[in-house]
């Protein structure tokens, strides 16, 4: 049987290297973990208060969770997408733009479904300091579930899964990847090859997986990577179908997770 992977000639120098931290300059970054409700307009002035109350306590790079103004349920994602294109009908996207270019930061905008040309995407959007888009990432990897008597969700019955990986450079280089994409190792080696410092994965874990998981991959993805790895999620809502985890967590090469 043909080897998978040939290990015989990787060196000392394929691992990445616990001595040599990434190369960026300090700077505050803000966690936004919001409580998500059925109402679009709450869900934006309570986004927008909180960009406000993290610059006002320094933070240069925000993240926001998956899915924040937009209950996570697929009853809801295309009665509460927009065109991105069409900045008119997009208020959701309005209201970042503005937002970064008015306290001159970086916002990683967490995720909202977006459609285009007919297809429904799990889409994050970054906004930079001029509060120009800078990048849009669809989420590759679609979180489909059947735990019984635990969990259902299939992501996919809605979404189109995007095909591309995401880089933005900010404060520091940045890779992209929303909520389930954390799963998948390779996504983050491939960010770690091109250089990326860290990498924000807005994300809604379930309370079940989240128990297992959540800080578990983040430490994995950050320790193989010796990256910084951040990631920011809804806080925890026991009354819709879908229980959030919370635990928006930053984990930095060799640290425990604060
Ligand atoms: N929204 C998601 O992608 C959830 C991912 C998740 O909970 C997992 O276990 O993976």
């Not at 966690?31 to 059925?38: K, R, V």
């Not at 906004?127 to 019984?148: M, N, S």
């Not at 807005?202 to 959540?214: R, Y």
Request: with cysteine; aromatic share 8%; charged share 20%.
């Amino acid at each position: 049987m043909a080897a998978l992977w040939n290990t015989r000639n990787l060196t000392m120098a394929d691992a990445p290297n616990p001595f040599q931290l990434p190369n960026i300059t300090k700077f505050k970054i803000a966690l936004c973990q919001l409580s998500i409700t059925s109402d679009k307009n709450q869900n934006l002035d309570r986004a927008s208060r909180s960009i406000r109350l993290s610059v006002e306590q320094g933070a240069k790079l925000l993240v926001l969770p998956e899915m924040w103004n937009c209950p996570y349920s697929s009853d809801y994602f295309a009665k509460y997408a927009e065109d991105f294109d069409n900045r008119d009908a997009s208020p959701t996207l309005s209201m970042l733009s503005e937002a970064a270019c008015c306290h001159g930061i970086t916002i990683i905008g967490g995720s909202l479904p977006e459609w285009d040309h007919g297809r429904l995407y799990n889409t994050c959007c970054i906004f930079g300091p001029d509060g120009r888009l800078k990048a849009k990432h669809r989420k590759i990897h679609l979180f489909d579930i059947d735990i019984p008597g635990e969990i259902s969700f299939k992501e996919s019955d809605t979404f189109t899964a995007g095909d591309q990986p995401t880089i933005v450079d900010t404060v520091g280089r940045i890779g992209i990847g929303i909520c389930h994409d954390i799963r998948f190792p390779e996504l983050a080696a491939l960010y770690r090859k091109r250089g990326v410092d860290i990498i924000c994965y807005p994300g809604a874990f379930n309370v079940s997986t989240g128990e297992l998981l959540w800080e578990l991959v983040q430490r994995a993805r950050a320790v193989d990577n010796q990256l910084f790895v951040a990631t920011c999620s809804p806080s925890r809502n026991s009354t819709g179908s879908y229980t959030t985890w919370g635990h928006s967590t930053l984990v930095g090469p060799k640290e425990s997770p604060t």
